[in-house]
């Protein structure tokens, strides 16, 4: 077992602080990750308002992926630019490579939400 789940006591509260703190920092700095969540979450409530919940873990499941893709390409941006300040075409990759995971995840995300906003509001 590792050293640090022993001597210094591990903490769930204090991890899920740090996620939340991670989360918050998140959408209060970029703003495609704050439009996301902001289009998302009505979804999400008027899926949970008519109990469907197949169309609610969906919403969430491509919800929670496409953050997660959107948080690692800002992750990874912030930390190529602090590693190289100047352009580098082997930076430049590696961001568009970031950049497309988070596309694919945006484009499934998106057609989702279309596809079950229209569903949702037929009811």
């Known amino acids: 077992m590792s ?3 022993r001597s210094s006591g591990y903490h769930p509260i204090r991890k899920f602080k740090v996620i939340l703190s991670g989360l918050q920092v998140a959408i209060a700095t970029d703003f495609s990750v704050a439009y996301k969540v902001i ?3 009505p979804v999400l409530g ?3 308002y008519f109990r469907q919940w197949i169309d609610f873990s969906l919403l969430l499941l491509a919800m929670g992926l496409m953050l997660i893709a959107e ?3 800002s992750a990874i941006e912030v930390l190529c630019d602090f590693v190289e ?4 075409d082997r930076i ?3 961001k568009d490579i970031a950049a ?6 945006i484009i499934v ?3 989702l939400l279309i596809i079950e906003s229209i569903r949702l509001l037929q009811i």
Request: net charge positive; aromatic share 18%.
């Open 3 to 5: 050293k640090r789940f």
């Open 39 to 41: 289009l998302s979450i």
């Open 46 to 48: 008027l899926a949970f």
């Open 71 to 73: 948080l690692y390409n």
């Open 85 to 88: 300040p100047n352009y580098n």
């Open 92 to 94: 430049r990759v590696i």
């Open 100 to 105: 497309a995971a988070a596309g694919l995840s």
């Open 109 to 111: 995300w998106a057609t």
